[in-house]
């Protein structure tokens, strides 16, 4: 039976194949444990893989029925998750149908990763066998980031450990991996060629595991460290992000355009750097280590009733009416949503719900909003504010 957690996980594997030397480097560093985002994650997958299982007959209604009541009364259950897993189980359902009759869908299946990786193993959120071809689909539930399917190491590993376990059983030659993430009305999926997946899998993903599982010292900086349990103190990231601020810059004294958009990136990297850098201290320094020239001291706070009840008894009973002590305020969108559910929030208030058009902001090209085009459009934006100076 293989533990909890593979030290070269599928989730994890855009790191360790870019950077071997995570690995060990992570074993050295406290797990953070789970967070409010992986519960509520967790409690998603649950509500999905429920309502997936009843959907093919698996379960009788009686069963769906006393397992959904229980799901129901997790405090991260909401209106919002209820209508995001219907989107995914919908999403899964339409390739099912599509992949044609006999077409067999397994949820939650295992996979033996070890073929590739040392003790690998994953578990992919659903796997579709038909029409010539096996499909790996995985549910995204976070929102921060959106998720691509293409080049996607933890997808590609999910077609690789598929078509491994069901290549004796089936016959087909291609592998499709789809991401599904709801809650940013986002699914997009890679189609690769078997033959083209098992090279990947022989020449670039078994050379690097065995590197990671070995202890290897080679280590590569890059936007995967931000999934690293090390990030905040690894020498290889820092030395990365000293560098940058050490850029020198050449005469004339005015910086060029080029020069201007490589401040720009390079900015983004030392901030987020800098802010993972102080978390990490700030928690070391709670737990009692000392960081020179550094020291805790309490922060600014704010005012606030000590019991909001006894406040208002108490300015009623001085004689002031209850009306001038509440405000009724609406719920914000987002948490609206949560409430009601996002389709459902739509489809009520119709067009109550407007989305204002956003103020111009600087962003890399490889984001796939579409850039304003004139200099007048960018004002017009700013409703005849200064365009702010950077």
Sequence with gaps: MPSKHARCSASAAYRWINCPGSVALSDQCQDPGSSNYADEGTL??????LKLRHEIGELTDLEYQEQRIALQENAYYTGEMEEATDFYVEVVLESLAAAGDGAELMIEQQLDL???????????????????MIQAIDLKYGKGVKVEAKNNPQLRLYGLGAANLFGSLYDFDTVRTTIVQPRLDHVDSETSLLKELLLWGEEEVAPRAIMAMEGSDYFV?????????????CRKRAEFNLELARMEFQRPPLLSDEEIGEVLTKAEHLKKWAEEVSEYALTEALSGKHF????????????????????AETLKAAGFDEAMLYQRKLYGITDMEKLVGKKKLAATLGDLLIKPQGK?????ESDKRQAINTTEAAKADFDGEEIPQF
């Design 360 to 364: 111009p902001v600087l962003v890399p």
């Design 292 to 311: 020179d020239g550094w020291k805790l001291v309490e922060g600014r706070s704010i005012r606030k009733y000590a019991d909001e009840v006894k406040v």
């Design 114 to 132: 070890s073929k590739w990786i040392p003790e690998g193993f994953g578990t992919s959120d659903a796997v579709i066998i038909g029409g010539g």
């Design 221 to 233: 900086a890059g936007d995967w460290c931000r999934f690293c349990p090390a990030k905040a103190r």
């Design 44 to 49: 998603a997958h649950a509500v999905a893989e």
